[in-house]
């Protein structure tokens, strides 16, 4: 098993898109949240966005919402996040995590800081 590796990463203008890739031979067992999170210089990781990889609900921190979509490759287990309007703001280590997911009225993804990280994530750098 190969573990997630982040990829896509790099120096983009305000307004800008990127696309992150978080790939792995198979996931971890037990997992079905992929969840994308960032740290910027001085501030605590943060979730940005999350995907259960079984029934494909996606879940978005405020901040990203309209901006950036995940999405999943079944045939090549990647899961993407593709940032579009990038703001100065944005500017973090981006990193992919993976955990069981939450239950209560059905599974789902939270974006809280409790997912295991695997790679070294890829640096996201938007000037204004």
């Known amino acids: 098993q190969v573990l997630p590796v982040e990829s896509g990463g790099g120096s983009v203008q305000g307004g800008g898109s990127l696309t992150l890739s978080c790939a792995t031979s198979?996931?971890?067992?037990?997992?079905?949240?992929i969840g994308w999170f960032r740290q910027a210089p001085g501030k605590e990781r943060e979730g940005v966005a999350a995907?259960?990889?079984?029934?494909?609900?996606?879940f978005y921190a405020d901040s990203v919402k309209g901006r950036f979509t995940i999405s999943q490759d079944f045939a090549n287990n990647t899961v993407y996040l593709q940032m579009n309007s990038l703001k100065p703001e944005d500017t973090a280590m981006y990193s992919c995590?993976?955990?069981?997911?939450?239950?209560?009225?059905?599974?789902?993804?939270?974006?809280?800081?409790?997912?295991?990280?695997w790679g070294q994530g890829t640096q996201v750098t938007v000037s204004s």
């Open positions: 995907l259960h990889i079984s029934n494909g609900h996606t």
């Open positions: 198979r996931f971890p067992s037990n997992t079905k949240c």
């Open positions: 995590g993976t955990r069981p997911p939450a239950s209560g009225v059905g599974e789902w993804c939270p974006l809280r800081n409790t997912y295991i990280f």
